[in-house]
């Protein structure tokens, strides 16, 4: 079964840049799609962008000019940076694959949560 | 971007009874793109139905969703202790992808 494996600084200063790897186990992530998602009490469940295996992205239009996802096949991760970031981006941020399918949009493998602190 | 309401925001029942809870969205979400998740605290959350009305692998069939266009329906039929949780609707029609803000089902 695919497991899926946040990692990164649990804490970051206002105005640096946020950055996450996911890495996963169990299966490739050629062919399928992967998203990054956050969760914080005050904008709940907020998808932030998503990639295909091969390198095409799609970001939530609210965060497009801050982020970037990328993913390194060799290492079978992806990767997400949200730069300039402020106490707004204080969230857990989840990881996520969308299931091989034609109507692909939903999610049904979720890494377990990286929770990340913006503060000085 | 297509918003995603929420009713109840949140559901006191007892175990063995049944829920019914909704979502709506400010526009129609074309081919049933819906799907509906459970999430218990500190983790993450958990598909249960997608396509608006097909379960997810391993989820019981007291899992029912329904519904089309605007306005979807998950039925929980007899609640287990451990069903217990906060739900979320989200539409994949149209990006960005969008989530309910949850109902939280608890204990009576």
């Known amino acids: 079964q695919v497991q899926l494996q946040e990692s990164g600084p649990g804490l970051v200063k206002p105005s640096e840049t946020l950055s996450l790897t996911c890495t996963v186990s169990g299966d490739s992530i050629n062919n399928y799609y992967w998203s990054w998602i956050r969760q914080s009490p005050g904008k709940g469940l907020e998808w932030i962008g998503y990639l295909y295996y091969r390198g095409s992205t799609s970001y939530n239009p609210s965060l497009k000019s801050r982020v970037t996802i990328s993913a390194d096949t060799s290492k079978n991760q992806f990767s997400l940076k949200l730069t300039s970031v402020t106490a707004a981006d204080t969230a857990t941020y989840f990881c996520?694959?969308?299931?091989?399918?034609?109507?692909?949009?939903?999610?049904?493998?979720w890494g377990q949560g990286s929770p990340v602190t913006v503060s000085s | 971007e297509i918003v995603l309401t929420q009713s109840p925001g949140s559901l006191s029942l007892s175990p063995g009874e049944g829920a019914t809870l909704f979502c709506r969205a400010s526009?129609?979400?074309?081919?049933?793109?819906l799907a509906w998740y459970q999430q218990k605290h500190g983790q993450a959350p958990r598909l249960l139905i997608y396509g608006a009305s097909s379960r997810a692998t391993g989820i019981p069939d007291r899992f029912s969703g329904s519904g089309s266009a605007t306005d979807f329906t998950l039925n929980i039929s007899r609640l287990e202790p451990e069903d217990f949780a906060f739900y979320y609707c989200?539409?994949?029609?149209?990006?960005?992808?969008?989530f309910g803000p949850g109902t939280k089902v608890d204990i009576k």
């Open positions: 989200q539409q994949y029609a149209t990006s960005p992808f969008t």
């Open positions: 996520a694959r969308h299931p091989r399918a034609n109507n692909w949009g939903f999610v049904d493998f």
């Open positions: 526009q129609t979400i074309s081919s049933s793109f």
